[in-house]
């Protein structure tokens, strides 16, 4: 029988944790890879093509659609670091996990969300410039510094999510080996130690409240100087067009924060009140669901990359 995380037993740090995926489903959990499983495969397709598309077609090689593709490139990084395990613990039932696998998995799922937070930011900044300064746009974003802010936003995440992992490595005793969880979260992990985690919790909330309460507020400032430049334009007309420029954006950006908000007060503040397993089913909801999303968004909504891939496929159809 697994050891329950409030064991009154302690155990040497393991070799290996165990994943049991949504705790209280049981069987029953297989049936998620229904939801999960597709959402997977839409992040797959629907951001390689997008990469695809911005290299292979020069006239999408501007500013904008770079920092779509780094949007991309995060969200194949943050769904690939935490699906193919997930299904796999949904589908077979509980495994095991290298404790050092599951060190490295807990670092790329934090550092990969801190880093798309932080893209979403870019690409807010990118906005008001371009309806606020458009004259200017060409001179202030450039694909250099594009790739600069990239490669910025990436060190930052590095930094700071690096203690993570480091914080869980100097304990060496554990009440279980039993992780109820699907993925290697932070907090999950640190539930099962031995020893005084205040420097855990602190670090962890500290950071969540730092990095999306600071890109939140900057994007907040972002858009109100896109409101204040867009309601200066003498048209309806005009102002309609501009706000359009925007909309993908805000979409997802609702579809990346308002899961997460959810996600992360349903953890902090619902513990009593909202079931073990709902928190855990949107955690991974939030994790996935913006990857699967991102590419439907800017597909639909993006007149440049919905032409080239209707483009694509037509000329494909006339082959045949």
């Known amino acids: 029988m697994a050891e329950g995380p409030h064991s009154n037993s302690t155990f040497p740090r393991p070799t290996f944790f165990i994943l049991t995926g949504i705790p209280g489903l049981g069987p029953a959990q297989a049936w998620l890879t229904l939801v999960f499983g597709p959402m997977y495969l839409l992040a797959l397709l629907g951001n390689g093509a997008l990469l695809t598309l911005v290299q292979i077609d020069s006239t999408l090689q501007q500013p904008v659609f770079l920092l779509l593709a780094a949007l991309a490139a995060t969200d194949l990084g943050l769904a690939t670091s935490i699906a193919p395990g997930l299904l796999a613990v949904l589908w077979l039932g509980p495994r095991p996990v290298p404790y050092s696998a599951c060190l490295v998995q807990m670092f790329f799922v934090h550092a990969l969300t801190a880093v798309e937070s932080g893209v979403l930011l870019a690409m807010a900044c990118?906005?008001?410039?371009?309806?606020?300064?458009?004259?200017?746009?060409?001179?202030?974003?450039?694909?250099?510094?594009?790739?600069y802010a990239v490669l910025a936003l990436a060190l930052k995440a590095v930094a700071i999510v690096v203690p993570f992992p480091l914080l869980v490595a100097r304990f060496e005793h554990f009440q279980a080996k039993t992780i109820d969880h699907a993925y290697c979260a932070h907090m999950a992990v640190v539930e099962l130690v031995v020893g005084n985690t205040q420097a855990n919790n602190l670090y962890g909330l500290a950071l969540s409240l730092a990095v999306s309460g600071i890109d939140i507020l900057g994007i907040t400032g972002s858009y109100g100087l896109i409101a204040h430049a867009v309601l200066r334009l003498p048209t309806q007309e005009a102002r309609a067009k501009a706000f359009g420029t925007c909309s993908s954006h805000i979409c997802v950006i609702l579809a990346f924060y308002v899961p997460g908000l959810f996600s992360y007060l349903t953890h902090r503040f619902g513990r009593h009140t909202v079931p073990k397993p709902v928190h855990i089913l949107l955690s991974n909801i939030y994790l996935l669901l913006p990857p699967a999303l991102n590419p439907l968004i800017y597909g639909v909504r993006t007149k440049q990359i919905r032409d080239r891939l209707l483009e694509i496929f037509t000329f494909r159809k006339s082959q045949f």
Do not use: N, S
């Open 126 to 147: 990118d906005r008001a410039v371009a309806v606020g300064r458009p004259l200017h746009y060409p001179l202030l974003v450039t694909k250099a510094r594009v790739g």
